[in-house]
């Protein structure tokens, strides 16, 4: 398939296929296009795709996307007004190369499942955190933004904690993590209509939430659940060990830096 500089044809939603089970690692799907941005990347279009992008605080997937007669390696993953766009280089397609595949084509998808499994645990890990922090009487604080990448993952949040309970708190969250952790809970992901949603959620969501929409709801076991677009664990056991390695009060927000073990 010629390389388009931009899909040839306009392309609908990607459907997201771990939006419903985020523990599959493979999937069949169906090549809409193949295109070449300007810089050179290559991305591949899907029907549906298993792979998750970077956004909401969480790493793109990797992995590989294979047809008849080419193989794609799936470097980076990026979503835009809806469209999944899978980017990276077709093994063995030097330049000048026809390597690719054809629209229409079935095509399947593997999931790196280290790469999955970490990024999952540390995402958990995030949310978990929030379940902590109300737990150990930190009702002031409100879940603000994560970044769960394996370079440094924390979670802030709006309001602070004093100075003299800082330490305190870093101690009790970790003990709390670690308790939840080794007692377990299943996680449920699933999609709601909002009202439900809200309830699901403590009896609301935030502001940035259409009332219109169809909320996707991460719940840990009977603690209220959170809007969340991510892949977590299965249950929160597979965490495995949580530290709170920081926290930082700056400027009316606390800064909530953690790790968790291999």
């Not at 493979?26 to 991305?43: F, P």
């Not at 993590?177 to 309830?199: D, T």
């Not at 060990?241 to 927000?253: D, E, F, H, M």
């Amino acid at each position: 398939m010629a390389m388009e500089a931009a899909p040839a044809r306009p392309v609908g939603p990607t459907r997201l296929v771990y939006f419903d089970d985020m523990w599959a690692l493979r999937y069949d799907s169906t090549v809409l296009a193949v295109h070449q941005e300007e810089g050179g990347r290559v991305a591949v279009v899907l029907d549906a795709t298993v792979f998750h992008p970077q956004g909401g605080g969480q790493p793109a997937d990797t992995g590989a996307i294979s047809g008849a007669g080419a193989r794609f390696l799936v470097e980076d993953v990026r979503a835009k007004d809806g469209v999944v766009f899978h980017y990276g280089r077709f093994e063995g397609a030097g330049e000048g190369c026809s390597h690719g595949f054809k629209e229409g084509e079935s095509v399947s998808l593997e999931v790196d499942a280290a790469r999955r499994s970490l990024n999952s645990r540390l995402h958990s890990a995030g949310h978990l955190l929030d379940i902590c922090v109300h737990n150990v009487g930190l009702f002031q604080l409100e879940p603000g933004k994560g970044y769960h990448f394996p370079d440094g993952p924390f979670v802030e949040y709006k309001g602070v904690i004093p100075p003299d309970q800082i330490q305190d708190k870093k101690n009790e969250m970790e003990r709390e993590a670690n308790k939840l952790i080794s007692e377990g809970a299943k996680v449920l992901a699933s999609v709601f209509p909002y009202e439900e949603a809200a309830k699901l959620c403590g009896g609301s969501l935030p502001s940035y939430i259409s009332k219109d929409s169809n909320p996707r709801v991460i719940k840990f076991g009977e603690y209220p659940g959170g809007p969340c677009g991510g892949t977590h664990v299965a249950d929160v056991s597979a965490i495995n060990s949580l530290k709170v390695t920081n926290i930082r009060v700056k400027k009316g927000l606390t800064k909530v830096s953690y790790s968790i073990s291999p």
